[in-house]
């Protein structure tokens, strides 16, 4: 079954210090991968997507990611946190077997102390 | 607008009534996506539009529930005799046709059933 993890509920990084936020799939053929965040009362914000080609994959506000296919994973990076990186983020996937379909994680809470 | 509009931002109804959610997608969007969100959960698909379309449906909870999209533009998602079940936060977003193009959301409506 196609899948999206994303392992940790919440992670905290202080303001400065580099972050990353994991994501791992399970999807057969090549993946379509994408990140999003939602600020409170807001919708989701596309960051960045990997679709084929480079590996790092730069987005918006200073985020990359990095695609590992080994290692099925996609996690989410940025070299300097800003206490406004706070958030909610999303990994997704598109569903291998629909034109339009993703498949979503279940949402890291980043929380960035000054 | 440049972005997804979707009104209105909050609506509180009392259970039994009936309720209308208005989606105006990017000009020029050929798809359009009707999502449902519970507080610090990822989006969960209710149905998808492609132009005035709708092709999938799978994701409706109940009979109760109702999308349309007559002229390729607007959607609206009508919930029928509401129950508190029903209390969540619904996101629409809309992309071009392409599967590696992003979904560009709206701010959501947050809907109350008391």
């Known amino acids: 079954a196609q899948s999206v993890a994303q392992p940790e509920d919440q992670v905290n990084v202080a303001e400065g210090n580099p972050l990353t936020v994991k994501c791992t799939y399970s999807?057969?053929?090549?993946?379509?991968l994408f990140w999003y965040v939602q600020y409170p009362n807001r919708g989701l914000q596309f960051l960045l997507k990997?679709?084929?080609?480079d590996n790092l994959v730069k987005g918006s506000y200073g985020f990359e990611a990095e695609f590992n296919k080994s290692q099925t994973s996609f996690h989410l990076k940025k070299p300097s946190a800003l206490v406004s990186d706070s958030a909610l983020y999303f990994c997704?996937?598109?569903?291998?077997?629909?034109?339009?379909?993703?498949?979503w994680g279940a949402g890291t809470k980043l929380i960035i102390k000054p | 607008g440049a972005g997804v509009s979707q009104s209105p931002r909050y609506k509180v109804a009392k259970r039994g009534q009936d309720v209308a959610l208005r989606c105006d997608p990017i000009?020029?969007?050929?798809?359009l996506f009707w999502y449902q969100q519970a507080l610090g959960q990822g989006p969960e698909f209710l149905t998808y539009?492609?132009?005035?379309?709708?092709?999938?449906k799978s994701g409706l909870p109940s009979d109760r529930f109702f999308a349309e999209r007559p002229e390729g533009s607007v959607s609206t998602l009508k919930i029928q005799r509401t129950q508190q079940e029903d209390s969540a936060v619904y996101l629409c977003?809309?992309?071009?046709?392409?599967?590696?193009?992003?979904?560009?959301f709206g701010d959501g409506t947050r809907l109350s059933i008391l």
């Open positions: 997704a996937v598109r569903d291998i077997g629909s034109n339009y379909q993703l498949i």
């Open positions: 977003a809309s992309s071009p046709p392409q599967p590696g193009q992003p979904q560009h």
């Open positions: 990997y679709i084929t080609g």
């Open positions: 539009f492609q132009n005035e379309a709708q092709l999938d």
């Open positions: 999807v057969s053929g090549n993946p379509y």
């Open positions: 000009s020029g969007h050929v798809s």
